[in-house]
C-alpha cells in the first residue's frame, strides 16, 4: 500500500549538534518531498520540500536528500538550536500524485 | 495575510450530534485537504479537493463528509460523531497538485473536536 515511513520517532541532541532524520516510501512513481515543522498548538509549516529531479537542497541550517532508487529522503539538521526543537514530519505524494502521504513524525528536543 | 482558518478551534460534544468545522483559505488556491492527527499515526487524510465542485477519498473517509461549493471553502460534516472521531483536525490547502506541478500545502492550526 501506500505509506511513508519515518525514523526515529524521538530525537534528542544538544544544541550545536546534528539531527538527521530519515524517511523510506512505497511508491516509486513519487516525485515531491516536502518536510513540515510542528510546534506545540499550531499546525505543520513546510520547512524544506525536494522533487524528485534534484538529489539534495539546502537552505541555512537545513538540507534534503533524495535517494530514488532506494526510496530514501532525510532532513538534516546542523548547528541545532532550542528553537528547532519541534515535531517533524515527512511526506511524499502518492495516488497519482493527488495527495501528500505523511510519516508518523519525530519528536525533536535540542536541549541547551 | 495569507492563511488557512479554521473553526472552531476547540469543541466537546455528544455522540450522534452533527457537526460541521469549517475551513477558509484566502490564497485562491485550487487544492483543499482535510487530515486528522492521533499520537504515534502521523496525520491522515480524510478527503480531497482538486477544485470546486471536485472531492474524493482520502485514507479515512468513512463517518465524514465534504463539500466544495466554493473555492475558497470546504467545510468538513460529521453527520453521526463517534468516539472513535475524537483528534486533532487539519485543514490544508495548495495551489495545485497533480504530476509535476505539486505546489506546498499550507495548513491552519487545527480543531480539536472530543466526542463524548
Known amino acids: 500500500g501506500e505509506n511513508v515511513e519515518q525514523h526515529p520517532s524521538t530525537l534528542s541532541v544538544q544544541e550545536g549538534d546534528s539531527a538527521v532524520i530519515k524517511c523510506t516510501y512505497s511508491d516509486s512513481a513519487s516525485n515531491y518531498f516536502p518536510w513540515y515543522k510542528q510546534e506545540l498548538g499550531k499546525g505543520p509549516q513546510l520547512i524544506i520540500d525536494i522533487r524528485s529531479n534534484v538529489g539534495e537542497k539546502k537552505d541555512q541550517r537545513i538540507a534534503v536528500t533524495l535517494n530514488k532508487t532506494a526510496k530514501h529522503f532525510s532532513l538534516h539538521i546542523t548547528e541545532t538550536q532550542p528553537e528547532d526543537s519541534a515535531v517533524y514530519f515527512c511526506a511524499a505524494s502518492m495516488g497519482g500524485f493527488q495527495k501528500l502521504v505523511f510519516g508518523t513524525g519525530t519528536r525533536l528536543l535540542v536541549s541547551p | 495575510e495569507a492563511q488557512v482558518t479554521q473553526n472552531p478551534r476547540y469543541l466537546i460534544t455528544v455522540t450522534g450530534k452533527k457537526l460541521t468545522v469549517t475551513c477558509s483559505q484566502n490564497?485562491?488556491?485550487?487544492?483543499m485537504s482535510w487530515y486528522r492527527q492521533d499520537p504515534g499515526l502521523g496525520l491522515r487524510q480524510i478527503y480531497y479537493?482538486?477544485?470546486?465542485?471536485?472531492?474524493d477519498k482520502g485514507d479515512v473517509p468513512e463517518g465524514y463528509k465534504v463539500s466544495r461549493k466554493e473555492k475558497r471553502n470546504f467545510p468538513l460534516i460529521l453527520e453521526s460523531p463517534s468516539p472513535n472521531q475524537t483528534s486533532l483536525y487539519f485543514c490544508?490547502?495548495?495551489?495545485?497538485?497533480?504530476?509535476?506541478?505539486?505546489?506546498?500545502?499550507?495548513f491552519g492550526d487545527g480543531t480539536r473536536l472530543s466526542i463524548l
Open positions: 479537493s482538486m477544485n470546486v465542485e471536485v472531492t
Open positions: 490544508a490547502s495548495s495551489l495545485r497538485m497533480g504530476q509535476a506541478s505539486n505546489q506546498p500545502q499550507h
Open positions: 490564497m485562491n488556491h485550487e487544492y
